[in-house]
């Protein structure tokens, strides 16, 4: 009896081992396992890498990542080889928020070739590891924060921004530095600064000395990926290699392509300046309103001479014509609902009032230059009659029963009309995103970033408000979000410098 167990028992453990092996093919990944850590706020993941060579994907979301569109905007944790060298099979994902989290693992040549395989239980996880609030959890009278090395030898808080197609740098200078005077050194390179091998490679371009805190470079004539770095000297001893993110950090410089607008040529003679050409003002054309269910998307053409960044669309909304006694002019009485700057020529006005006339307008101007307050009837302002259709002989029946029960009161509706109004990620995702409604999925990302107070979730928002453009095939508005140091600094870098890199070749073949 005793041996007969022994190997019904030994037989059973061979059976649990090996079978998953059978079902899995050699390009998945299988046995993941997903556990909290003892630190509350770190996830660690473990499985069995695929029989097949290739980079493997790890994707986390707070949903069950079960289809490849899900997989599609999950956050991204990182490409890593897998291979039976260098074998693959630990992650540990660190500096969670409280929440639930889910993850997945493919290889990324499925990707690739739009065949991912996705398998309960074996390469995604089904159950939530969830990371609990410890916001009221006191803090060990014990405990303290470690001083931050090098402080009083390395710049913090480096600024990258570009301007004019030219490239500002500003910095936080390091402790003591009205003390000690130091010199700042200035590096360009195409590779990270983060040992002197690759220092090496790094360009000097300039130097200055505290307290000033800036530089401007520019020497740059293509759009480029590269990494900017100020050092610290003091009594010519410079402290190096830099500190990624601190000291040096990655950067996309993207050139302009439009030229300056056409500006008014001036001469003088003798301090007197003549004006010789007037600009006329700016106006747009085609402007429609298409009737949502939560609200009117007012779009338009832009005028030739709009600028990127520097143009600015003022949208107006009345119940009267935009008449005076000599022509269509916007006037006191009118509401100004939106202001939009170019390259945007649309804007979502969130409205539960549809019945009636409404008239609406788009105004537009140059920088500083006056707004052109005067309108064209079906270019640069429309009239808007909404009719319902006349309901048949039946429904008026079942609208006259249902008008003798109690209408619901105003407080118990109000709820729903804010939820349509002010949707949350997950619905704008599934109503409007995924359903390649872009536009609307874009104004509604936009307005999500500007009322949310989570920087994960404006850096998300954002990101996918991005998308958006670059879906519309309007790579430098899809750039221009991308870039910003908000999302560069709440997203998922890799999947930024994935698309940053896509717009730039989209850009390049217009």
């Known amino acids: 009896m005793f041996v007969v167990l022994i190997l019904f028992l030994a037989t059973s453990s061979f059976s649990q081992d090996t079978q998953p092996n059978k079902k899995v093919d050699k390009d ?33 979301s707070n949903e069950v990542i079960d289809t490849a569109e899900k997989l599609g905007v999950s956050d991204s944790l990182g490409r890593h080889n897998s291979d039976k060298v260098n074998i693959f099979n630990y992650f540990k994902d660190q500096n969670l928020r409280p929440g639930e989290y889910f993850y997945a693992i493919v290889l990324v040549s ?6 991912v395989k996705l398998i309960p239980g074996v390469n995604y996880s089904i159950a939530p590891v969830i990371v609990p609030d410890k916001a009221n959890k006191p803090i060990p009278a014990t405990t303290e924060i470690a001083p931050e090395a090098h402080t009083t030898d390395f710049v913090d808080n480096l600024k990258i921004r570009n301007i004019d197609n030219t490239v500002r740098l500003n910095w936080t200078p390091p402790l003591n530095a009205d003390k000690n005077s130091p010199k700042y050194i200035i590096y360009r390179s195409f590779e990270p600064m983060q040992n002197i091998g690759l220092m090496e490679k790094a360009t000097k371009i300039g130097e200055v000395s505290h307290p000033i805190n800036t530089f401007l470079d520019i020497q740059l ?8 770095g100020v050092s610290v000297s003091i009594e010519d001893k410079e402290k190096l290699p830099l500190h990624i993110d601190k000291s040096f950090r990655k950067f996309y410089f993207v050139k ?15 301090k007197n300046s003549i004006a010789v050409k007037n600009k006329p003002l700016l106006q747009v054309e085609n402007l429609s309103v298409e009737i949502k269910n939560d609200g009117k998307l007012i779009t338009w053409s832009a005028p030739e001479s709009a600028v990127e960044n520097s143009s600015t669309y003022y949208v107006y909304e009345s119940n009267q014509p935009f008449l005076n006694k000599l022509n269509s002019k916007i006037t006191e009485k009118t509401k100004r609902i939106g202001t939009v700057v170019h390259p945007d020529t649309f804007f979502f006005h969130a409205t539960s009032e549809k019945l009636g006339i409404s008239y609406y307008g788009v105004t537009v101007k140059n920088g500083e230059e006056e707004e052109n307050t005067n309108l064209k009837e079906g270019q640069s302002y429309v009239k808007i009659e909404f009719k319902p259709e006349e309901p048949l002989e039946s429904e008026k029946i079942v609208k006259k029963k249902l008008k003798k029960k109690e209408t619901p009161k105003e407080e118990e509706k109000s709820p729903a009309i804010v939820e349509e109004l002010n949707p949350d990620f997950d619905t704008i995702m599934k109503q409007y995103y995924k359903k390649d409604k872009f536009k609307e999925a874009l104004v509604k990302f936009k307005s999500l970033a500007d009322r949310t107070s989570d920087n994960s979730m404006r850096g998300k928002s954002l990101f996918f408000a991005a998308l958006c453009y ?41």
């Open 28 to 60: 998945v990944v299988s046995d993941l396992k997903v556990s909290l850590t003892t630190d509350l706020i770190s996830i660690e993941l473990n499985w069995t890498p695929p029989a097949d060579d290739g980079e493997v994907i790890i994707a986390r």
């Open 470 to 510: 670059y879906n519309l095939s309007e790579y430098n508005s899809a750039l221009k979000i991308l870039l910003k140091e908000e999302v560069q600094m709440n997203y998922d870098k890799e999947r930024i410098d994935f698309y940053v890199k896509r717009c730039l070749e989209k850009r390049g073949t217009k």
């Open 110 to 115: 499925q990707i690739k070739k739009k065949r």
């Open 256 to 270: 302009s392509e439009k030229t300056d607008p056409e500006e008014v040529s001036v001469i003088s003679e003798k």
């Open 221 to 228: 004539d293509t759009s480029q990926t590269i990494y900017y």
